[in-house]
């Protein structure tokens, strides 16, 4: 996360940051964020736990997602969601937890337009007791 000062054509300086995506959203995180919308919490919560196993570095199967799949969730849907919720989580923890503040990934999630019932999980795993395990395997 930077911090970059922008100068006004009036003269004034006012702060900016870059959020912890980077200056421009990946497209796969902002294709994942177009789906989520539509997605249950039980779902979503899933398909966290599927990006969570794969970040740890244990095996991931097709037997994950199809167990998830639906009429109104294709075998292509679950996979955008999941490659953007793994890019998101591996941005966030890339980042050391003294520059990535909880409160700024929160506020970063609401400008990436994610569902506000999906941020507190969200910042439970960049912010919680798996971290230190995270960290190791990225």
Do not use: C, H, W
């Not at 520059?99 to 919680?128: R, T, W, Y």
């Amino acid at each position: 996360m930077s911090i970059i000062q922008v100068t006004g054509s009036g003269g004034g300086i006012a702060s900016d940051r870059t959020s912890f995506v980077g200056g421009r959203t990946p497209q796969d995180i902002a294709d994942m964020v177009k789906l989520v919308k539509k997605m249950d919490k039980q779902t979503f919560r899933k398909l966290l736990q599927i990006a969570i196993t794969a970040l740890e570095d244990k095996p991931v199967t097709p037997e994950m997602f199809k167990v998830l799949q639906s009429k109104s969730l294709s075998e292509e849907m679950l996979a955008v969601t999941y490659s953007g919720l793994y890019s998101l989580l591996k941005a966030a923890l890339r980042l050391p937890q003294s520059s990535l503040k909880q409160e700024i990934f929160k506020e970063d999630l609401q400008e990436l337009n994610i569902p506000a019932e999906f941020i507190p999980d969200l910042a439970s795993v960049v912010f919680g007791s798996r971290r230190p395990r995270l960290e190791q395997v990225i």
